[in-house]
Nanobody, 123 residues
Framework: VQLQASGGGLVQAGGSLRLSCAAS????????MGWFRQAPGKEREFVAT????????RYPDSVKGRITISRDNAKNTVYLQMDSLKPEDTAVYYC?????????????????WGQGTQVTVSS
């Protein structure tokens, strides 16, 4: 599976962005999908994950209520809708695919990674 993330950019605090991650290859619907982010000087951290059917998701408290993950298996695409953005959301955002059976927040369980897309939130 190859993943291509897009949709990043510069936005003011309080604004919104929608990231997309297009997957190539077959069996996209078999993968748990996730988003992670890495800010300068910090470790990569979990942002969101969604199961293969798209009916179960998980978020850390830092983004809960502001960020929504979704997927369209017919389009082989996973999305990250980000609202009420804050300067601390500034980071490179990565999508990832996991062959794990259930939702996972751990990077080690993700098998494929996209190249990342930059999100910058100005105050």
């Amino acid at each position: 599976v190859q993943l291509q993330a897009s949709g990043g950019g510069l936005v003011q605090a309080g604004g919104s962005l929608r990231l997309s991650c297009a997957a190539s290859g077959r069996s996209f619907s078999n993968y748990v999908m996730g988003w992670f982010r890495q800010a300068p000087g910090k470790e990569r951290e979990f942002v969101a994950t969604i199961n293969w059917r798209g009916d179960s998701t998980r978020y850390p408290d830092s983004v809960k209520g502001r960020i929504t993950i979704s997927r369209d298996n017919a389009k082989n695409t996973v999305y990250l809708q980000m609202d009420s953005l804050k300067p601390e959301d500034t980071a490179v955002y990565y999508c990832a695919a996991s062959r794990n059976y259930g939702l996972t927040t751990e990077m080690a369980y993700y098998d494929y990674w996209g190249q990342g897309t930059q999100v910058t939130v100005s105050s």
